[in-house]
């Protein structure tokens, strides 16, 4: 299957159809950097002025390499890697991915202001 068709939702415009020579065609002229980005948020309640936690990976889309079963992680290359998330050691994906990230981001926030955490 073209790597448009994974992208795009059916049917896609006559207008991609023809453009397609090969997925290597498309990748290059049409995404040549990526960008993957995960956001948490916490508001200690209603009124109160959300903290926002962004996590970001840069990279590009490339044809899919690795398993196919998650997601985009076959096609997103991760800036600084030749491997795409899905070749990946999961540990090394979790560490640079965008949802690590923000997490790390949100670890930090608590550890530093541990009273924020909500009691059960």
């Known amino acids: 299957m073209p790597l448009l068709q994974r992208l795009l939702p059916p049917p896609l415009p006559p207008s991609i159809h023809g453009c397609m020579h090969s997925a290597d065609d498309v990748v290059a002229e049409f995404f040549p950097c990526a960008s993957q980005q995960c956001i948490f948020a916490y508001a200690e309640g209603p009124g109160v002025e959300p903290v926002v936690f962004v996590g970001r990976t840069e990279g590009k889309i490339v044809p899919a390499r690795g398993p ?31 949802r690590g990230r923000s997490l790390e981001k949100v670890k930090a926030y608590f550890k530093e202001h541990p009273e924020a955490i909500p009691k059960a």
């Open 68 to 98: 196919l079963d998650f997601g985009w992680d076959p096609i997103f290359e991760p800036d600084g890697y030749d491997k795409t998330y899905a070749e990946l050691d999961k540990e090394i994906k979790n560490t640079i991915s965008h």
